[in-house]
């Protein structure tokens, strides 16, 4: 998710510099002062919105597969987990990019209104097999609001300042996050999972309702896209690289997904508290990357971007086979929020550059389609090999298909500089 060439102007001209207000302060909010004021209202709301669902993601979701594994839960049932979220993905890419070109804020809204609720379900949700089910429901109706967002996004930011509010939005999120994870780890250890997951339930229902008040512009009208829409742009040849290059890069991730909890609970032994603040970990180091990843998307692009981390994520898989204990651990935690952070900016930074005008929900719904396709399989494929030989291998495994995915990103990336040192 560099300061913009974005300005204000006055009918008596340009405001004259003033080094006593060149404060980082002013430099920080210049941004936002800039917007035109539907685009600030949205932002606020959006941040709003941001920090509630990260009150409500860091008290559920670092501690889900957790819990489930200590109730039970099988090395199968915490690839389902795993794969939850793809699973969403997968199910509603096609259709909810033809959604979210008509009403996206309502595709946002509704669905995380009924998604998070599902938690209020979470005292009657004792056994390992009920709570995965839960969490899986929650993903599936979740994945609706991914093309609507990015639609939402699109319509409502300028584009070259468009990273660093998403990244700011982020920003809120995971500094929220980190609140919530420190503080429902012991919160869990002592009152159980039911009523804490609850709790958050209704504050992230609460986050979904702020984000109803965004007004987007007013558009023309049109017919709906034909569902299978999406798979258009993988005819975009910019585009169809960019995939291919994430398609490995990510099943890589997904097959961490379950390796995880599994190196937590059965081989670190990581109690809730510990699973608490290495969650918070990876939150404050995707605030890092947030910022980061943000300014590079503004000052080199999205696409670019996204072949930056593709090469340099390997460090991730690599520090997790070698974890001896939770706090070593906490390093790769680290590692994972700060590029995971840089991932989740330019991938639909990337989309929003190579999708023409009226695509974007197409885009981001191949983009998501494909990664709901890994996350469905890449789970399972890990959870087999975590069976037979434990979980560190499966580190292993991931950190030779990221490392593919970066020899992939960089000849791509070397590939468009001789491009764009051609003379025309």
């Known amino acids: 998710m560099a300061l913009p060439r974005y300005s204000t102007p006055t009918a008596a001209g340009p405001e004259p510099f003033d080094s006593r207000r060149d404060t980082a302060y002013n430099r920080a909010v210049q941004p936002l002062r800039a917007l035109p004021p539907r685009a600030r209202h949205a932002f606020v709301h959006d941040l709003a919105g941001a920090v509630l669902f990260g009150l409500f993601s860091g008290t559920v979701l670092p501690f889900a597969s957790v819990v489930a594994r200590r109730l039970g839960a099988e090395p199968l049932w915490i690839s389902w987990l795993a794969s939850a979220p793809a699973l969403g993905f997968f199910l509603t890419a096609g259709w909810a990019a033809s959604l979210a070109a008509r009403n996206p804020v309502a595709l946002v809204v509704w669905p995380s209104v009924a998604a998070r609720g599902l938690f209020l379900l979470a005292p009657f949700a004792q056994s390992a097999h009920a709570l995965v089910l839960l969490v899986v429901a929650y993903h599936m109706v979740q994945g ?13 930011f300028p584009a070259d300042v468009r990273g660093r509010l998403v990244g700011t939005v982020r920003v809120g999120l995971s500094l929220a996050a980190i609140v919530a994870s420190l503080v429902a780890g012991p919160a869990i250890g002592r009152f159980g999972h039911g009523p804490v997951f609850a709790a958050a339930g209704l504050v992230g229902v609460a986050g979904a309702l702020v984000f109803s008040r965004v007004r987007l512009p007013r558009t023309p009208r049109g017919p709906f896209p034909p569902p299978v829409a999406w798979w258009t742009a993988l005819r975009d040849p910019s585009f169809r690289s960019l995939a291919v290059c994430t398609f490995v890069f990510g099943f890589g991730g997904w097959m961490m997904a379950p390796a995880v909890p599994l190196l937590l609970v059965d081989v670190l032994r990581a109690t809730p508290a510990q699973v608490g603040v290495l969650s918070a970990v990876a939150a404050l180091a995707s605030v890092v990357g947030f910022h980061v990843w943000g300014r590079a998307v503004d000052r080199r692009s999205g696409v670019e971007t996204v072949r930056l981390i593709l090469v340099a994520a390997l460090l991730t898989p690599v520090l997790y086979f070698l974890a001896p204990s939770p706090w070593f651990a906490a390093l790769a935690f680290a590692s994972d929020g700060f590029f995971v952070a840089g991932l989740d900016l330019a991938w639909m930074a990337a989309c929003l550059e190579l999708a ?6 197409a885009y981001v719904a191949a983009y998501t389609m494909l990664l709901g396709l890994r996350g469905v ?10 069976s037979a030989l434990g979980p560190r291998p499966v580190f292993l495994a991931a950190a030779a298909l990221v490392a593919a995915s970066g020899v992939l990103a960089s000849r791509a990336l070397r590939r468009d500089r001789l491009v764009t040192a051609q003379p025309d």
């Open 144 to 156: 609706l609001t991914v093309p609507a967002y990015a639609e939402a996004v699109g319509r409502l």
């Open 377 to 386: 399989t890449a789970p399972f494929v890990a959870g087999a090999l975590a």
């Open 356 to 361: 023409p005008p009226g695509r974007v929900g």
